[in-house]
């Protein structure tokens, strides 16, 4: 069965870049720019994996997986966060938030289709 | 108190050279009247003996020397005249019959000089002297040296002579120098404290105002301040300063404070106070509002300036964070193309993959390093320090850079110790060192040089040392260089980086409590020494655990 990916990001070319890498793996993509909309579209399609970036213009990234994660059905699902954020304790902050996995922009591909693998296969 | 005493100096030089123009004057006088003592001496009693002539002009001698107090004045010359008066009157003495002579009461010569001068230590001084000469012509006498006085009647008249010329040069000497007399009077000293632009203060130990004197700032009533104190001239805000300012003066000896007064809105005093021996308080009030506005410019300036200053460094912070945005899609699209995801690609657009991937990635380390710069300059960086064996980090580094040095035509060598090198250091910053270095010596090093890395242990601390055989910094540059975003060079070689290499390395060797030193000559290459306390001697047993050290900008 074909695997989902939910992908939470707010910039366009960012965006496709992630999609492509996804599709030429097999894998089905759901996107959306807006953290309120990522829950919806979650409870909707319980995707197997939900890529999110940190920096949304609305809503913290890291506020959107805490609902996540306090969702009982959806805790479930693992998130990888994406971030321009490259300090040092970030990472931190990011996995005591809820998230299984972190990736700093820019990303390096095939550090990216190894994590996203780990989730999926 | 030093100004104080300075002035009280130049008032006494200034009556000293008054003094010695009234000496000059007087001595004019006593020329003129030996001249026509002489004269008048020649003229009815014919021409008067060699003995007579010669102690007229050894009377005149010392007058003539004593014009030139007129000019140069001091106590030292002063004394010098004494001696000279005494010796004329004393030797004119003994050339006209000695002490039972005419002219004996020129031996008190030195007395009406000394009346010029002042009395007190001068009168004395010429007395003494006048004894000493008296002393001396008598000795002379005993010892055989007795010229014959002059016949009468030329001796009476000489003797009388002797006698007005004497008492008429003391007689004006003292009328003289009492019309110079002493210029610090009561009178004066009064005028002194009341005329003088602050207002001078005499309090008791409970504050109250005993005396005071000057002018009074703008806000400081005159009666106020005599009926209710410093308390009744100061605004009621600043009531608690004082109170303070006069128990620490008590306490401590002196106390300052800035005060608003209580008749000037705006206006502000400042207050200097000094306990004395007697246990009161002297004080000086003055106007200091213009200072006081001038100090909160200052403040305010200072202010202004750090905020800009963070300000920018957050701006450089948030901008590194907005860069990395696009520069996802510019490297994860070129990567996905050198990782042909889609399929072959010619080997051209191939090549260029990669070239756009490379520069992006050139791109993020210079965001990077200006991410980390911003850190350090708004305190915000943190060392994770842990306990490692320090070449293992700068191993790392030097795998990553050999590739480079390899592509740029050079020989990169590097010495490390056989033995581990155990040091508490952030490794990601012991990694950023040599990568800065390496990368700045690869970078100004022309094909064919030689980059050098040493690492060494001295005493308890890391030495690493970058040295290359590059085009080297000027001494003019040297200075400039390790200040954030100054670099050294033409426009050309400056393109090559951002001017935060350097200033990171010194950063981080701070951060860890070390330091970095460069050396260079011009046309000749650079060395970097980067030292780093902490490193734990090979048998040492206990291993702190990691811990965070925060940076501290000033240094």
Same mark, same amino acid.
């Given at each position: 069965?074909?695997?989902?990916?939910?992908?939470?990001? +707010?910039?366009?070319?960012?965006?496709?870049?992630?999609?492509?890498?996804?599709?030429?793996?097999?894998?089905?993509?759901?996107?959306?720019?807006?953290?309120?909309?990522?829950?919806?579209?979650?409870?909707?399609?319980?995707? +197997?994996?939900?890529?999110?970036?940190?920096?949304?213009?609305?809503?913290?990234?890291?506020?959107?997986?805490?609902?996540?994660?306090?969702?009982?059905?959806?805790?479930?699902?693992?998130?990888?966060? %994406?971030?321009?954020?490259?300090?040092?304790?970030?990472?931190?902050?990011?996995?005591?938030?809820?998230?299984?996995?972190?990736?700093?922009?820019?990303?390096? %591909?095939?550090?990216?289709?190894?994590? %996203?693998?780990?989730?999926? +296969? | 108190?030093? @100004?104080?005493?300075?002035?009280?100096?130049?008032?006494?030089? !200034?009556?000293?050279?008054?003094?010695?123009?009234?000496?000059?004057?007087?001595?004019?006088?006593?020329?003129?009247?030996?001249?026509?003592?002489?004269?008048?001496?020649?003229?009815?009693?014919?021409?008067?003996?060699?003995?007579?002539?010669?102690?007229?002009?050894?009377?005149?001698?010392?007058?003539?020397?004593?014009?030139?107090?007129?000019?140069?004045?001091?106590?030292?010359?002063?004394?010098?005249?004494?001696?000279?008066?005494?010796?004329?009157?004393?030797?004119?003495?003994?050339?006209?019959?000695?002490?039972?002579?005419?002219?004996?009461?020129?031996?008190?010569?030195?007395?009406?000089?000394?009346?010029?001068?002042?009395?007190?230590?001068?009168?004395?001084?010429?007395?003494?002297?006048?004894?000493?000469?008296?002393?001396?012509?008598? $000795?002379?006498?005993?010892?055989?040296?007795?010229?014959?006085?002059?016949?009468?009647?030329?001796?009476? =008249?000489?003797?009388?002579?002797?006698?007005?010329?004497?008492?008429?040069?003391?007689?004006?000497?003292?009328?003289?120098?009492?019309?110079?007399?002493?210029?610090?009077?009561?009178?004066?000293?009064?005028?002194?404290?009341?005329?003088?632009?602050?207002?001078?203060?005499?309090?008791?130990?409970?504050?109250? #105002?005993?005396?005071?004197?000057?002018?009074?700032?703008?806000?400081?009533? *005159?009666?106020?301040?005599?009926?209710?104190?410093?308390?009744?001239?100061?605004?009621?805000?600043?009531?608690?300063?004082?109170?303070?300012?006069?128990?620490?003066?008590?306490?401590?000896?002196?106390?300052?404070?800035? $005060?608003?007064?209580?008749?000037?809105?705006?206006?502000?005093?400042?207050?200097?106070?000094?306990?004395?021996?007697?246990?009161?308080?002297?004080?000086?009030?003055?106007?200091?509002?213009?200072?006081?506005?001038?100090? =909160?410019?200052? #403040?305010?300036?200072?202010?202004?300036?750090?905020? =800009?200053?963070?300000?920018?460094?957050?701006?450089?912070?948030?901008? @590194? *964070?907005?860069?990395?945005?696009?520069?996802?899609?510019?490297?994860?699209?070129?990567?996905?193309?050198?990782?042909?995801?889609?399929?072959?690609?010619?080997? &051209?657009?191939?090549?260029?993959?990669?070239?756009? *991937?490379?520069?992006?990635? *050139?791109?993020?380390?210079?965001?990077?390093?200006?991410?980390?710069?911003? &850190?350090?300059?708004?305190?915000?960086?943190?060392?994770?320090?842990?306990?490692?064996?320090?070449?293992?980090?700068?191993?790392?580094?030097?795998?990553?850079?050999? #590739?480079?040095?390899?592509?740029?035509?050079?020989?990169? !060598?590097?010495?490390?110790?056989?033995?581990?090198?155990?040091?508490?250091?952030?490794?990601?910053?012991? &990694?950023?060192?040599?990568?800065?270095?390496?990368?700045?010596?690869?970078?100004?090093?022309?094909?064919?040089?030689?980059?050098?890395?040493?690492?060494? @242990?001295?005493?308890?601390?890391?030495?690493?040392?970058?040295?290359?055989?590059?085009?080297?910094?000027?001494?003019?540059?040297?200075?400039?260089?390790?200040?954030?975003?100054?670099?050294?060079?033409?426009?050309?070689?400056?393109?090559?980086?951002?001017?935060?290499?350097?200033?990171?390395?010194?950063?981080?060797?701070?951060?860890?409590?070390?330091?970095?030193?460069?050396?260079?000559?011009?046309?000749?290459?650079?060395?970097?020494?980067?030292?780093?306390?902490?490193?734990?001697?090979?048998?040492?047993?206990?291993?702190?655990?990691? &811990?965070?050290?925060?940076?501290?900008?000033?240094?």
């Amino acid at each position: 069965m074909t695997k989902t990916v939910l992908i939470v990001e +707010d910039n366009e070319l960012n965006m496709k870049l992630f999609h492509d890498l996804l599709e030429a793996q097999g894998y089905e993509t759901l996107e959306t720019r807006e953290g309120l909309q990522a829950l919806s579209l979650a409870r909707q399609h319980r995707p +197997d994996l939900i890529l999110m970036d940190i920096q949304l213009p609305e809503i913290s990234g890291l506020e959107v997986t805490k609902w996540l994660k306090e969702d009982d059905e959806l805790a479930k699902i693992p998130v990888i966060a %994406v971030t321009a954020f490259a300090m040092k304790g970030d990472e931190e902050r990011i996995r005591e938030g809820g998230c299984e996995a972190y990736l700093s922009k820019p990303i390096s %591909v095939g550090l990216f289709l190894s994590t %996203v693998r780990k989730f999926l +296969d | 108190m030093a @100004s104080a005493a300075s002035n009280v100096r130049a008032d006494a030089a !200034r009556r000293s050279v008054g003094a010695g123009r009234v000496a000059a004057m007087w001595c004019l006088g006593w020329l003129t009247a030996l001249a026509a003592g002489t004269g008048a001496l020649w003229l009815t009693q014919g021409r008067p003996p060699v003995e007579v002539l010669a102690a007229a002009a050894l009377a005149g001698a010392p007058a003539v020397l004593s014009l030139l107090l007129a000019w140069r004045d001091s106590p030292a010359a002063r004394s010098l005249l004494l001696i000279l008066w005494t010796a004329a009157g004393a030797g004119a003495c003994a050339l006209t019959g000695g002490l039972s002579g005419p002219l004996t009461p020129w031996c008190l010569l030195p007395l009406a000089f000394a009346a010029l001068l002042g009395p007190g230590l001068w009168m004395a001084q010429a007395a003494a002297l006048a004894v000493l000469g008296v002393a001396v012509a008598a $000795l002379g006498q005993v010892a055989g040296f007795e010229p014959a006085a002059p016949a009468e009647p030329l001796r009476f =008249l000489l003797g009388l002579y002797a006698l007005v010329s004497l008492g008429m040069s003391i007689a004006t000497g003292l009328a003289r120098s009492r019309r110079t007399a002493p210029a610090v009077s009561g009178v004066e000293v009064e005028r002194l404290l009341v005329e003088q632009p602050h207002l001078l203060l005499a309090l008791d130990e409970a504050g109250r #105002v005993l005396s005071a004197f000057g002018f009074a700032p703008k806000g400081v009533a *005159h009666k106020a301040l005599l009926s209710g104190g410093l308390e009744g001239v100061v605004a009621d805000d600043d009531r608690p300063r004082l109170a303070e300012a006069l128990a620490a003066a008590m306490v401590t000896g002196q106390a300052e404070a800035m $005060l608003a007064p209580a008749g000037q809105t705006g206006g502000v005093v400042a207050l200097s106070l000094r306990r004395a021996q007697d246990g009161r308080l002297y004080g000086v009030m003055r106007d200091a509002t213009q200072q006081h506005a001038h100090e =909160l410019k200052l #403040v305010e300036a200072k202010t202004a300036a750090e905020a =800009l200053n963070s300000g920018k460094s957050r701006f450089l912070a948030n901008m @590194s *964070h907005e860069l990395r945005t696009p520069l996802n899609t510019i490297m994860g699209f070129s990567d996905i193309m050198r990782a042909r995801l889609f399929g072959p690609l010619p080997t &051209k657009y191939a090549e260029y993959a990669e070239l756009i *991937h490379e520069s992006g990635r *050139h791109l993020l380390d210079l965001i990077n390093d200006l991410l980390d710069m911003s &850190k350090i300059e708004a305190e915000r960086f943190q060392l994770q320090v842990e306990m490692l064996d320090a070449r293992e980090p700068i191993s790392a580094a030097l795998r990553l850079m050999r #590739v480079q040095a390899d592509d740029a035509g050079l020989s990169l !060598r590097a010495t490390l110790p056989p033995e581990p090198l155990e040091i508490e250091a952030d490794p990601r910053a012991l &990694k950023q060192i040599v990568l800065n270095l390496l990368s700045n010596a690869l970078k100004f090093t022309p094909r064919g040089g030689q980059v050098t890395l040493t690492l060494a @242990s001295q005493a308890d601390a890391l030495e690493l040392s970058v040295a290359d055989t590059g085009m080297g910094i000027s001494a003019e540059d040297l200075k400039r260089l390790g200040c954030p975003y100054e670099q050294a060079g033409d426009s050309m070689q400056r393109s090559l980086g951002t001017g935060l290499g350097l200033s990171l390395v010194r950063g981080f060797a701070e951060l860890h409590g070390g330091e970095m030193i460069i050396e260079s000559t011009l046309g000749e290459g650079t060395s970097v020494l980067v030292r780093l306390p902490g490193l734990v001697q090979a048998d040492a047993e206990d291993r702190p655990s990691a &811990k965070v050290i925060a940076f501290n900008p000033t240094r």
